[in-house]
């Protein structure tokens, strides 16, 4: 999901995960109305959400982050998943060191993970590479098309990072004042929609 900055992007992930009211229309998941469900409930239907900002528990160690994902767990398991360290291995070198104690590009890799604790079937990411170093960059990339190809998890990706889109996704939607104006398959986002709808 594309647009310019103030376009809608951030405020269409967060009606999703329920911390806005949707206007209008309605939510589903799967066969499963949400709308009206609170982010608590959207996250046990199995919604993911990683926000801009990363907004991880400065106080908290990476492991505690962790453990509070675990609410959102439909299942009532009590476990981070191995996955979450196979995906994220500095994580798990890290897990006693407080959150506020990481780079930027490790608070976002801890977001991102702590979205990923409850087994969600739906990921929202928003701008995960917003003021990250390349090596994290291409980090985050590896971890992200790991999750794209075991194809248990369908992943919105908020991005400005043009080539680091294309390079992930399947299909695209811009956004223009609060609405989606054109979209398609990824191969069809091609320099003309990117001029028109993208260049500042």
């Not at 990921?123 to 999750?147: C, H, N, W, Y």
Request: with cysteine; hydrophobic share 40%.
């Amino acid at each position: 999901l594309m647009g310019r900055n103030g376009v809608g992007k951030t405020t269409l992930l967060k009606t999703i995960m329920g911390l806005l009211p949707a206007r209008s229309g309605r939510l589903t998941l799967g066969d499963r109305e949400i709308t009206r469900e609170s982010p608590f409930r959207r996250a046990r239907s199995g919604v993911g959400y990683s926000p801009q900002g990363r907004e991880i528990f400065p106080h908290l160690t990476i492991h505690e982050n962790l453990l509070v994902a675990l609410d959102g767990c439909r299942n009532g398991d009590r476990t981070i998943p191995d996955e979450i360290f196979e995906l994220f291995p500095v994580l798990k070198e890290m897990l006693t060191r407080k959150g506020g104690d990481l780079s930027g590009g490790q608070q976002q890799q801890l977001a991102i993970a702590r979205a990923l604790v409850p087994r969600p079937t739906m990921l929202l990411l928003d701008e995960p590479t917003e003021g990250i170093q390349p090596s994290i960059i291409q980090e985050i990339e590896r971890a992200i098309r790991r999750l794209r190809e075991r194809g248990t998890v369908g992943i919105l990706l908020v991005e400005q990072y043009l080539d680091f889109a294309q390079r992930l996704a399947d299909a695209f939607a811009v956004m223009e004042k609060g609405e989606v104006v054109t979209r398609g398959p990824i191969s069809e986002l091609t320099p003309d929609v990117i001029k028109r709808h993208l260049a500042v």
